[in-house]
């Protein structure tokens, strides 16, 4: 995944990242814990903490592609896998709750090799 694959009139698009993930703008928006209208209005999507969502989301899927083999099973784990240590919250959860940075922390202990 490139990053500016993903960018249209310098913010993240929802619409560009729902057709790689194979899924709907609506899905990702209850992913990632925004309203229903964060990616109608352009002022939403425009919004500081929707494009800090999108951006962590993007982030976190970019570094566990290569493990998972593709954008859309990446999607999968962050949407579905529980992580050992948060008591079994998934990765969206974390991001949702503003802590995108133990996701990767997490990463950061199973790719050198450590337990989670």
Not at 3 to 32: C, H, M, N, W, Y
Not at 33 to 48: C, H, P, W
Request: glycine share 8%; charged share 25%; proline share 3%.
């Amino acid at each position: 995944m490139q990053f500016q694959d993903f960018v249209a009139d310098q913010v993240f698009s929802p619409a560009l990242i729902a057709d790689e993930l194979r899924t709907t703008k609506a899905e990702i928006a209850g992913t990632l814990g925004l309203g229903k209208d964060a990616f109608t209005r352009t002022s939403r999507v425009r919004a500081r903490k929707t494009q800090v969502r999108l951006r962590q989301m993007l982030e976190i899927l970019n570094r566990v592609e290569a493990a998972t083999g593709s954008p859309i099973a990446a999607y999968a784990w962050f949407r579905a896998e529980p992580l050992s240590g948060f008591g079994g919250a998934t990765p969206d959860q974390l991001v949702r709750e503003g802590r995108a940075e133990h996701v990767h922390a997490y990463l950061d202990r199973i790719m050198a090799g450590g337990y989670a």
